[in-house]
Nanobody, 120 residues
């Protein structure tokens, strides 16, 4: 069993910054990819950023240059530093971690979600 616990988020004014954290615990095998997604009022969950086990990163075009994803392998933690926030960044943010278990199957686990609201 794997649990992901998110922290951070909240209400911030446009131009401000927030930092999200996501800690994985439990029967963790090999973490393949760690990422952040967001779900807005359209209920569509989109990729924001992801980071592989080797440290390679990918970002959605809308957040490039403003958001930074990082990970602490020793702590099984992934972070999302969000700067220059705009109202369009308002959404529920979810962390997702792909883990390969002893059975060699890779499964995706999701955090509980955290609301980020950016006021204009």
């Amino acid at each position: 069993q794997v649990q992901l616990v998110q922290s951070g988020g909240g209400l911030v004014q446009a131009g401000g910054s927030l930092r999200l954290s996501c800690v994985a615990s439990g029967s963790i095998g090999s973490i393949v990819v760690m990422g952040w997604y967001r779900q807005d009022a359209r209920w569509q969950r989109d990729l924001v950023a992801r980071i592989t086990s080797s440290g390679s990163t990918n970002y959605a075009d809308s957040v490039k240059g403003r958001f930074t994803i990082s990970r602490d392998n020793a702590k099984n933690t992934v972070y999302l530093q969000m700067n220059s926030l705009t109202p369009e960044d308002t959404a529920v943010y979810y962390c997702a971690i792909d883990i390969t278990a002893a059975d060699r199957l890779t499964r995706r686990y999701w955090g509980q979600g955290t609301q980020v609201t950016v006021s204009s």
